[in-house]
């Protein structure tokens, strides 16, 4: 099955910097990677996604980029704010030709944005 | 947009009985239903995926008699710990798609955090 790993586990950056969270895929096969924002005790937030026919895609202040030889996807968030701290998944799903394939979670990245 | 109506949120129980937790979608058949439990400070692990009507497919090492999902309509899933114990407690989470008709988006729930005492 899908195996996705995510990178790093932790991140501290200052107001203002530009945070970057990288993972990986196993399944060439998965073609839909969307980006999770979670607040402690509350439910994923999709901030981002991208479709494997697409190798970037950006939404204000939040970007994705796709390599599909090398399997790995990236987030970029620039400018940070304080409200940006929370932890960050990376997934993956065979799902954009429909069906109800299953997402596989990345591990996870705390982001902390410091004053 | 899509909404997925997780209850209870908060749910505390004895050793040995059983908690049921419902996922209704509001405006959309949910032909799909994933559940997730999501230990403190882990990532989501999906359990099983339920498709309406049929019987749900298990991840391995999870124990398909103990943690019982019925999908029998497009707008309710139900989870049902049996027999819990306090290795249970958790974050239990669920997702539905709709399919074509919302994008193939994937709308979860606002979870649910389970204590066993």
């Known amino acids: 099955g899908e195996n ?7 991140l501290s950056v200052q107001e203002g ?3 970057v969270i990288k993972c990986t895929y196993s399944d060439s096969a998965s073609n839909y990677f969307p980006w999770y924002k979670q607040e402690l005790g509350k439910r994923p937030q999709l901030i981002i996604d991208i479709r494997s026919n697409v190798g970037e895609k950006k939404d204000q202040r939040i970007a994705v980029t796709l390599n599909k ?3 790995h996807f990236s987030l970029h968030i620039t400018e940070t704010q304080p409200e940006d701290s929370a932890v960050y998944f990376c997934a993956a799903s065979k799902g954009f030709t429909g069906g109800g394939n299953k997402l596989t979670f990345g591990t996870g990245t705390q982001l902390k944005v410091e004053l | 947009g899509a909404v997925v109506s997780q209850h209870p949120s908060r749910v505390i129980c004895k050793s040995g009985t059983s908690v ?3 996922c209704r979608s509001l405006d959309f058949q949910a032909t799909t239903m994933f559940w997730y439990r999501q230990f403190p ?17 298990y991840e391995q090492g999870v124990e398909k008699d103990k943690f ?3 999908h029998a309509s497009l707008t309710l899933s139900t989870l049902t710990v049996t027999s819990a114990h306090p290795e249970d407690s958790s974050f ?6 709709g399919g074509t008709a919302v994008g193939y988006g994937y709308t979860f ?7 066993v005492v």
């Open chain 2, 109 to 115: 729930g606002s979870g649910t955090r389970l204590t």
């Open chain 2, 20 to 22: 049921k937790i419902e």
């Open chain 1, 17 to 19: 910097d530009s945070a």
């Open chain 2, 68 to 70: 019982l999902i019925n």
């Open chain 2, 41 to 57: 400070k882990q990532s989501l692990m999906l359990m099983a995926t339920s498709n309406e009507g049929s019987k749900a497919t």
């Open chain 1, 4 to 10: 996705v790993e995510q990178h790093p586990s932790t």
């Open chain 2, 92 to 97: 239990y989470i669920c997702s539905a798609r």
């Open chain 1, 69 to 71: 030889t090398a399997k």
